[in-house]
């Protein structure tokens, strides 16, 4: 199945820079038009992006045109975070033969209701940005689509690591922790942190978990009293494990998932990635080190990616809300 990316960015907004990502990544498969495209915008369009979805699908010679905006693009090529840019995928193939997750794009604050147990579903939460399906934006700020794919595989990578054991909540009030383990919340904390991050916690980096494949529970706020307040109630008698994002560990997290994946499957006809804009360069200081795990291990594989608020996972039977985590799904052809 003939499948490539294409990336282009300027100085304004302009619906042409989606034409040109799709003629480039039409170039780049060797395609005179597409059964499918997988387009991404920045924020810099989310005010009027219909002129550039209706830019993409002429240049695609279809109308099967789906995404949405994201603080940042990316593909195998590279990745764009400080101008205006839009990055297609485009497949020969049109979605009627599809498995796998419905890719899903929102641009609510949280995961919709009436998508947390319904089919198994990936993508991205763009909040206040704007998603589109079929060549026209949603007006109720959902969207989704299907892909032609035998078999899709994930590779997650939260980029957590676990500090000591799991504890149990001895005192909680809502969204506060009071007592964990026997001791005050934060000094249970500060007990586990390496000594040169206990005198000022990088708040942002630290997170519980409740299992190791559940979202983690962010810190909103650390208290006078011992206490931090959590951005998710909790209960009595819940266990819970500290944990530290480090780029090191995102790293290695990214190339055990991807090599596994590798190890275990065919290579993949083309790839999407959702991410954080917390991870990616930002998180790492120098390049999206995820993407260049990526193309160490798919060196020929084509790759659309954005960096949104939060990514959409489909785990044990549901769907949840994951945050500064990077989502690589990996498609294999449909014709084989």
Same mark, same amino acid.
């Given at each position: ?9 300027? *100085? *304004? ?26 387009? @991404?915008?920045?924020? !810099? ?22 995404? $949405? ?5 990316? =593909? +195998? ?6 101008? %205006? ?32 147990? !319904? ?6 939460? !763009? $909040? /206040? ?9 949603? +007006? ?7 892909? %032609? =794919? ?25 969204? /506060? ?9 934060? !000094? ?7 000594? /040169?991050?206990?005198?000022?916690? %990088? ?29 998710? $109630? ?46 990616? %360069? ?15 291990? @798919? ?22 809300? @994951? ?14």
């Amino acid at each position: 199945m003939k499948a490539a990316s294409g990336l282009v960015s300027g *100085q *304004q907004p302009l619906p042409e820079l989606a034409g040109e990502a799709v003629r480039l990544a039409l170039a780049r498969a060797g395609l005179q038009r597409a059964g499918n495209v997988i387009l @991404f915008l920045t924020r !810099d369009f989310a005010r009027q992006p219909q002129p550039a979805v209706v830019a993409a699908a002429r240049a695609a010679g279809c109308l099967s045109v789906s995404g $949405s905006t994201a603080h940042g693009l990316f =593909t +195998e090529t590279g990745w764009q975070l400080d101008q %205006p840019a839009a990055a297609a995928l485009v497949i020969a193939a049109p979605a009627d033969n599809a498995s796998g997750p419905s890719l899903s794009f929102s641009t609510h604050n949280r995961l919709p209701f009436g998508w947390q147990d !319904d089919r198994p579903r990936a993508g991205i939460l !763009d $909040s /206040d940005g704007a998603v589109w399906a079929n060549g026209r934006v949603a +007006e109720g700020g959902c969207a989704d689509c299907c892909l %032609p =794919t035998q078999h899709v595989w994930q590779a997650l990578s939260s980029g957590l690591r676990a500090l000591g054991e799991a504890q149990i909540i001895d005192q909680c009030r809502g969204y /506060d922790l009071l007592r964990l383990g026997g001791q005050r919340a934060t !000094d249970s904390l500060l007990r586990l942190l390496p000594p /040169d991050l206990r005198q000022n916690p %990088p708040w942002h980096q630290i997170a519980l978990l409740r299992s190791p494949n559940a979202p983690a529970i962010t810190i909103l706020s650390a208290n006078a009293d011992g206490s931090l307040t959590l951005a998710e $109630s909790i209960e009595h008698a819940t266990m819970l494990t500290w944990a530290l994002r480090q780029p090191l560990a995102a790293e290695g997290q990214m190339h055990e998932a991807l090599t596994d994946a590798a190890r275990r499957h065919a290579t993949p006809a083309f790839a999407l990635m959702f991410s954080c804009i917390g991870r990616g %360069p930002l998180f790492y200081g120098d390049d999206d080190r995820d993407l260049l795990v990526f193309r160490e291990t @798919f060196p020929d594989t084509p790759l659309l990616g954005a960096y949104g608020t939060s990514q959409i996972v489909p785990l044990a039977g549901r769907n949840s809300l @994951f945050h500064h985590t990077a989502l690589t799904l990996l498609y294999e052809s449909s014709h084989v």
